[in-house]
């Protein structure tokens, strides 16, 4: 005699069954290729005439390429803890270099391992606690067989380059007495050979994208892989890397699923990195917790609106950092055209590993001629002894050289950025210099 429940419980089980591969077999992959240190401009499909990136080129013109793409901080190990977590900084807990997300914290390993993915990561970590990234581990060695496997999966692939040193990448591709320095640069000998061996170690990493690109297509995965290229934060030249300057905290950001995304195209969605998790929650259909500060700019990707956020948000610390002053608070604010910049305790001097002898190749050589240049003096004390509120016209002022703080015009812009700075911050938990003072001094991170 037919057990008849026996037999309807065997039909659920297979019907579950084909539900569950059905999904993961519609579940797209996903592959996020991280450099290190890179200023979003620095790439030809950014606007660059001189940075050799073909890959990052092509990817573009097949994906969509965002224009206004900021992270919330201009560090590594916060920058990439906001991008896995979806939430800013310091209410994550990880706001200083070097710093861990407080215990408890999920990051999308937990969403994607839960929706049935295999996640990896090759290459820099710089987060913690562990039980937050558990992250499975891939070698180089190992990346064919990682996208080769059936389950779909999450891949990070977090280069060093062009972090310093920069030592990888031919440097005879570039001739430096081609390179047009912007004005926030000292133009001599030693600047031009730093830029030398940085823009050679871009195109090295481009290399590193081209590579992980094909190990996708020989894969027969393109087409149902969404790959991501970002550039982390801006290089490691004054008003760039450790700022809350549009050098510093501005990335190149880049989206590619073919006969999802539309190649060739690109938008002014002010975007930030913490809306990059719930937008791929949202993309791939896995249910986004309600406790992240980012939201899913998937409107934008399928052009169904131009505009995702009205503002977007800088933090940086000094405080916890190398070498860098006991605490130096800056937050900021921007929209579409104006940057309003705090600096919480601005009558000290800013410092940092950059200014105090190893960070640099060419600062020694910027203080030397300062002292018969009246241009690079101004240009130095501008970085080390800032005002209490900057506020720029991006417009008109893309390198932020003009402080327009103060001007009776702008007063009404100023206000309405502060008031959003303020209201940010308090929800945010954070309390300006006051949060500063609870981190510790500099540790390196495990």
């Known amino acids: 005699m037919i057990n008849n429940k026996k037999v309807n419980i065997g039909v659920a089980v297979f019907v579950l069954g084909l539900i569950v591969s059905s999904k993961l077999q519609a579940a797209p992959n996903i592959v996020i290729i991280l450099a290190d240190d890179q200023t979003w401009s620095d790439t030809g499909c950014y606007g660059s005439p001189i940075v050799k990136t073909p890959n990052i080129d092509h990817l573009a013109s097949e994906g969509l390429r965002f224009d206004r793409a900021f992270t919330a901080t201009a560090m590594c190990a916060p920058t990439r803890q906001q991008l896995y977590t979806g939430i800013f900084p310091v209410r994550n807990g990880a706001f200083p270099n070097h710093s861990k997300v407080k215990p408890g914290t999920k990051s999308l390993v937990h969403y994607y391992r839960d929706a049935g993915y295999s996640v990896g990561l090759c290459g820099k970590r710089h987060f913690g606690p562990a039980a937050s990234f558990p992250f499975k581990t891939v070698n180089r060695d190992q990346l064919k067989s990682f996208v080769n496997q059936e ?70 995965k393109k087409e149902d892989t969404i790959f991501i290229y970002t550039s982390e934060q801006g290089a ?40 990059v998790l719930p937008t791929l929650l949202d993309l791939c259909g896995i249910e986004k917790p309600n406790n992240l500060d980012g939201r899913s700019f998937a409107g934008v990707i399928h052009r169904e609106t131009t505009i995702h956020n009205e503002y977007v948000y800088g933090v940086h610390t000094t405080r916890g950092i190398i070498q860098g002053s006991s605490s130096y608070p800056v937050r900021s604010v921007r929209d579409n055209r104006y940057k309003l910049i705090r600096n919480l305790n601005h009558r000290i001097e800013f410092s ?85 003072m609870t981190v510790p001094p500099h540790k390196t991170m495990q």
């Not at 390179?179 to 031009?192: A, G, Q």
């Not at 009404?412 to 210099?433: A, V, Y």
Request: aromatic share 12%.
């Open 151 to 220: 389950d779909p999966f999450v891949l990070v692939y977090a280069s060093n380059s062009p972090h310093l040193p920069w030592e990888d990448g031919d440097t005879s591709a570039y001739d430096p007495a081609s390179f047009k320095l912007p004005p926030y640069m000292h133009d001599n000998v030693e600047t031009r050979s730093a830029l030398r061996k940085y823009y050679a170690e871009i195109t090295d990493f481009d290399r590193e994208l081209g590579e992980l690109d094909r190990i996708v297509d020989e894969a027969g």
């Open 236 to 275: 490691q030249f004054p008003f760039g890397k450790w700022t809350c300057y549009e050098i510093g905290l501005h990335v190149g950001l880049v989206m590619r699923w073919p006969g999802k995304i539309e190649a060739g195209s690109e938008t002014k969605a002010l975007v930030q990195y913490v809306d």
């Open 352 to 436: 940092n590993v950059l200014i105090n002898g190893n960070g640099s190749s060419y600062w020694s050589s910027w203080v030397r001629d300062s002292g018969t240049d009246e241009n690079v003096k101004r240009l130095i004390d501008r970085y080390i002894r800032r005002p209490e509120v900057e506020l720029y016209d991006l417009e008109n002022d893309p390198y932020e050289q003009n402080n327009l703080a103060g001007q009776t015009g702008y007063r009404k812009i100023f206000r309405r950025l502060d008031d959003q700075l303020k209201r940010w911050m308090q929800q945010q938990g954070d309390s300006g210099h006051q949060t500063e």
